[in-house]
Structure formats: structure tokens, C-alpha cells
């Protein structure tokens, strides 16, 4: 049977230095047939966060060498600084149907996300909420 070394004693600091932070910037955009919208608008700062960490440690058998190696992974999670939104308009020609437009720009050429909302008449007060029992 081969001995095995334990570590006694372990340290280690890791120092990060991350980009400059810069603003992101998040539209999303509601239309409704009066062409009436509705808009929030949400910035982001990327803030670098550890998203997965390895060490590996090797030693030598009777030998004070060590040898290590270790990995650390850095993902910018944005989180939002400050958001802002405006009231919604109901349409003048309601339609059942939206469309929901997010528009990203991080820097690099803008990219967009559509999404479709499909929305039902329902005339049961319970199911309208509160508001529309007064």
C-alpha cells in the first residue's frame, strides 16, 4: 500500500480584476392596437460572479514538493441598478392578442426577444380580482 500525504496546512487568496463595468441596458415593449404602449426600462451593470471552482493538488511521497493547480470561473450575472416604468394605456380597439418586444444591447450589436400574449374574456367577478367587484 502506497502512503498518502495529507496537506497540514492550506492557503490561498485569489484577486480578481474585473473590466470596467459598463451600463446595460434592457427595453421591453408592450403595442396595443391604439398603438398606445406600455415600457419599462432596466439597467444593468455586470458584476463578475464565481460560477464554478476546481484545485488540484499533488505531492510527491517523501518530498516536501507540491504542485498546485487551480481554476476559477468567472461569469458576469448582471443585476439590476435601477428600473423605470411608465402606466399602462388600455387600448381604444382591444384585440386578444400582444406582443411583447425585449430589446438587449450589450455592447455588440442589439438583439431582440419577442414573445406573444393571447388574452380571454372573462366576465366571472372572482376571476377579474377585487378591483372589479366595486
Request: some cysteine.
Amino acid at each position: 500500500m502506497r502512503p498518502r500525504m495529507l496537506p497540514v496546512f492550506f492557503g490561498e487568496s485569489i484577486e480578481v480584476h474585473p473590466e470596467p463595468t459598463h451600463e446595460i441596458r434592457c427595453n421591453s415593449e408592450v403595442k396595443y392596437a391604439s398603438e398606445k404602449h406600455f415600457r419599462d426600462n432596466v439597467f444593468y451593470a455586470p458584476v463578475p460572479t464565481v460560477t464554478a471552482y476546481s484545485e488540484t493538488i499533488m505531492a510527491a511521497p517523501n518530498c516536501t514538493w507540491r504542485s498546485y493547480r487551480s481554476q476559477l470561473t468567472l461569469e458576469p450575472r448582471p443585476r439590476a441598478l435601477r428600473f423605470r416604468s411608465t402606466t399602462i394605456i388600455f387600448p381604444k380597439h382591444a384585440r386578444s392578442t400582444f406582443r411583447t418586444t425585449l430589446h438587449c444591447s450589450l455592447g455588440r450589436p442589439s438583439r431582440w426577444f419577442t414573445a406573444s400574449v393571447q388574452l380571454q374574456l372573462c366576465e366571472h367577478p372572482r376571476l377579474l380580482g377585487p378591483a372589479a367587484a366595486l
